[in-house]
């Protein structure tokens, strides 16, 4: 097979990473395959719409007893049970009219079922995504070559798909056409989809855009293009922060042709470039984020080298947005979501499916665990199915929290990738389930399984956990273990100390509260915006305290940390801490009467008057 240089270490690390379904097979415990017959025989009972009810009721006590008594070696029991719970609930979505025939069709395809089974999301229109997956079988054969391809259209286009760019709307072609240009054109593109997991292929089939303006970014770049330069080759248009209506606007035609030509602003830029990238089959993402004056938007794209695969998110981030948290709109679910959240994908590539499943099937695990714990343990644990040996498994699994982390932790184990099983551990963690004991440990899990490479996503799951300990001199002491862990990333150890902040000020030490927030404004002035808060925060501070006389002091030595933007004065210094901060300091300035003081402030500033 013959890969193209940007695609070279991903077509390897697949061909090494999926294994014939074959050896899958023989690979699987006598329990799995014990599970697995038993799914089967579920669904060969399913004769007509009305005996999915029974199915479903089948599939789940027999997950239930997969979950109390699969050993530690027999995990793969529990993928099974858990894609014929998933498939059967999913499929159960269909209207009645077309539901046996979906099924028939996801039998006759297993790799198919299986993606889309372990794809679908609860908060996905189930019912119109099997729709669009049995029309993408329907009308083109490929579909079931290309399972990958097909389930994330299916997820994507579950809805009318379209993207709001400010003033202007992109709309994505149908879910057929979608298919067809990447199908079509499979073999030229950077990444071909055959060899990118369905959960990353979500940010390429949401591309808003006409086939033909796809074709044009394919036909008008190299087969590799530079997603991140390609933001950059788009002209401001400076004329719209002066109120005037942008040019491509006014034009009437929102293409890729026209953005090129007529330039534009963030937001056009930053659609130009992910769109691009998408033509190409690379997973692209519209980013934005909100300072506290201005929003902003750029450009995340996947990436590789020869041995890594990593989103990159720093183009067309501007200097103000370093730090700042960037969001993105999850394609399949319509979710906002932290931009950490998507730079965990690129893992997947570097994961076996069977892994992922893994993953999903012992998150699905631990859910339905707990529930029979909140229950109370009523009727739990349920009799070993068959093909369970008993001699091996002598002691049921208890329905305890105990038990739901240990599920969890082999399936993070497996895919660390797996976001939802974290967001299951911040849930938990949230409800009260877990001690400040259990915390801790998990802290140090999460650490050694995504701190070093994925130190964002990491922050983002232990902000929930830290702050939800009651016990605030605790709580402190994980935000300075936190702030530790992190020190080589400085914008995390910032956000960490805020945070710190905020756990004194609410519980009544100002005292604690101002050192926190004064270490960030001593140390981390120029490493990302919390300076900003930071102030204004120790400013509330000091008047609650009637310590005024430091105010302005405290803005006129922050000011001084505070790095000047290069490139002087442009039109994007608003966006700056420089401006920002030197903006108040002037106030303070005006405030204390030093008039002509605060007049030379805002001259540097660029501010006129």
């Known amino acids: 097979m013959k890969c193209p240089s940007f695609q070279r270490v991903l077509c390897l690390l697949m061909l090494l990473l999926a294994a014939p379904d074959a050896l899958a097979q023989r690979a699987r415990t006598k329990a799995a395959r014990a599970v697995q017959d038993s799914v089967a025989a579920a669904l060969d009972a399913i004769q007509s719409p009305q005996d999915f009810d029974g199915a479903r009721a089948d599939l789940s006590d027999l997950f239930e007893g997969v979950i109390a008594h699969a050993g530690p070696r027999e995990l793969d029991a529990i993928v099974e049970a858990a894609y014929g719970v998933r498939l059967v609930r999913q499929v159960a979505e269909v209207s009645p009219e077309t539901r046996m025939g979906v099924l028939e069709q996801l039998r006759a395809h297993d790799e198919l079922a299986r993606t889309m089974a372990f794809l679908v999301d609860d908060r996905d229109n189930i019912a119109r995504a099997y729709e669009v997956l049995a029309r993408l079988l329907d009308a083109d054969k490929r579909a079931a070559r290309l399972p990958n391809l097909a389930c994330a259209i299916a997820v994507v286009h579950d809805k009318p798909f379209y993207r709001s760019i400010n003033e202007n709307t992109a709309r994505a072609p149908s879910h057929l056409d979608t298919f067809r240009y990447f199908a079509d054109r499979a073999d030229v593109l950077a990444m071909h989809p055959r060899d990118v997991p369905a959960e990353l292929l979500i940010y390429v089939v949401d591309a808003c855009a006409r086939v033909d303006e796809l074709d044009w970014a394919l036909n008008n770049y190299d087969k590799t293009p530079h997603v991140g330069e390609c933001f950059f080759e788009i002209e401001y248009d400076y004329d719209h922060l002066r109120g005037v209506e942008k040019k491509v606007t006014a034009s009437g035609d929102y293409s890729l042709p026209s953005i090129k030509n007529l330039g534009g602003v963030c937001a056009d830029q930053a659609h130009y470039a992910m769109t691009v990238g998408k033509a190409h089959g690379i997973p692209t993402a519209y980013v934005v984020a909100r300072g506290a004056d201005y929003a902003h938007a750029w450009v995340g794209f996947l990436e590789t080298t020869r041995t ?273 901060v030197g903006k108040r300091y002037a106030e303070a300035l005006d405030d204390a009467g030093e008039i002509l003081t605060a007049s030379a402030v805002r001259k540097k500033l660029g501010i006129q008057g």
């Open 308 to 580: 890594t695969a990593n989103w990159n998110f720093d183009f067309g981030r501007y200097e103000a947005y370093q730090g700042l948290r960037g969001n993105i709109v999850n394609p399949q679910t319509g979710e906002q979501i932290p931009d950490a959240f998507v730079a965990m994908l690129a893992r997947h590539v570097l994961e076996p499916v069977q892994d992922r499943r893994l993953a999903v099937a012992l998150t699905d695990a631990a859910q339905r665990l707990a529930g029979a714990r909140r229950a109370g343990g009523a009727n739990w644990p349920p009799p070993a199915p068959e093909g369970f040996d008993p001699r091996r498994t002598p002691k049921a699994r208890e329905a305890t929290v105990h038990a739901e982390l240990e599920l969890l932790e082999a399936g993070l184990r497996a895919s660390p990738a797996h976001v939802p099983g974290w967001l299951l551990l911040a849930a938990m963690a949230d409800r009260g389930d877990l001690t400040y004991q259990h915390k801790r440990s998990w802290a140090e899990v999460l650490d050694r399984l995504c701190g070093k490479d994925y130190p964002d996503f990491s922050v983002e799951i232990l902000e929930p956990m830290i702050a939800s300990v009651e016990d605030p001199k605790e709580q402190s002491r994980m935000w300075d273990w936190a702030a530790g862990k992190y020190r080589n990333r400085a914008d995390l150890v910032a956000r960490v100390r805020f945070n710190q902040g905020e756990l004194w000020k609410a519980n009544g030490r100002p005292d604690l509260a101002w050192e926190a927030y004064d270490g960030v404004i001593q140390n981390h002035a120029n490493d990302g915006p919390f300076v900003v808060d930071a102030l204004r925060q120790s400013e509330r501070l000091l008047r609650q305290e009637n310590r005024t006389d430091f105010i302005l002091p405290m803005y006129e030595g922050a000011w001084k940390k505070v790095k000047k933007p290069d490139g002087g004065i442009g039109p994007f210094t608003v966006y700056s801490n420089w401006f920002r």
